[in-house]
């Protein structure tokens, strides 16, 4: 089963997508100073396949993605039976993961997503639009697997 809190429309989470962040709960991993503490408990409703597609179906007219974020250690067939739903009915979006493991999570079938984000946040390190950081984003392309992290370095804020 997994649950989510919320939902929100990001830019900058997944380049050049405008992404619709369906914000997971349970995760376990208790990163110091996580910007997404709330995540770590056991809140929220079940992301049903049937409120998924709701989720969606409110959003996909201005959407290019779909991003699971705050994925603790649950059993990948949930998060793998929702991506697999989204690329069956929504074959235009994208998908992605936001996990806080270091490593690709074991059982995640790569061939649903187009974006996973690993690694957990490091205060030392920075987030991810810092080139310090210890989290990697790797875009899929048919199980084939590039990291991008640096696109998120590459755009500065213009000033005002």
Request: net charge positive; glycine share 6%; aromatic share 12%.
């Amino acid at each position: 089963m997994i649950k989510y809190v919320d939902t929100q429309i990001v830019f900058s989470e997944i380049p050049e997508e405008i992404t619709l962040a369906i914000n997971i709960s349970n995760c376990w991993f208790h990163c110091p100073k996580c910007h997404s503490a709330w995540l770590q408990q056991d809140i929220g409703k079940d992301l049903t396949l049937g409120t998924l597609d709701q989720l969606i179906q409110k959003h996909v007219a201005g959407i290019t993605c779909v991003c699971f974020m705050g994925e603790g250690d649950f059993d990948q067939k949930y998060i793998n039976a929702r991506a697999r739903f989204i690329k069956q009915h929504y074959p235009k979006l994208k998908v992605g993961l936001y996990t806080g493991r270091a490593v690709f999570p074991p059982g995640l079938d790569l061939i649903h997503f187009d974006y996973v984000k690993i690694g957990p946040y490091n205060e030392k390190r920075g987030p991810i639009n810092k080139p310090t950081t210890n989290q990697r984003l790797y875009k899929v392309v048919n199980g084939y697997i590039a990291d991008i992290t640096y696109l998120f370095w590459k755009h500065k804020k213009l000033k005002t």
